[in-house]
């Protein structure tokens, strides 16, 4: 069982940047590729951004290419999520998972879910 927990997340304004984080325990952390979804109020749960267990390949949605970036420090059992140029429809609750396959752009291929920590951008 692999126990994630998010922290980081709070209020920017437009154009601001955030940093959200993921720890993972126990340390299994480097069998696992590592995602970040994102669910807004009345919306379905969406992808963001994934990176493979080795960290030689990560991907991104349309929506955050270019001002999101995805990286894992292995040392640290750590998955970050740099935010930069935050609009506010990037407005949600940010969700860390892990899965043991190759990463994929479905909820469904995670094992592991965090709790989730709301991310609010507005002026």
């Not at 609009?87 to 892990?98: F, G, I, L």
């Amino acid at each position: 069982q692999v126990q994630l927990v998010e922290s980081g997340g709070g209020t920017v304004q437009p154009g601001g940047s955030l940093r959200v984080s993921c720890v993972a325990s126990p340390s299994t952390f480097t069998m696992y590729a590592m995602a970040w979804f994102r669910q807004a109020p009345g919306k379905e749960r969406e992808f963001v951004t994934a990176i493979s267990w080795d960290g030689d390949t990560t991907y991104y949605s349309d929506s955050v290419k270019g001002r999101f970036t995805i990286s894992r420090n292995d040392a640290r059992d750590t998955a970050y999520l740099q935010m930069s140029n935050l609009q506010p429809e990037d407005t949600a609750v940010y969700y860390c998972a892990a899965g043991q396959t190759a990463p994929t752009l479905v909820p469904g291929g995670y094992d592991y879910w965090g709790q989730g920590t709301q991310v609010t951008v507005s002026s």
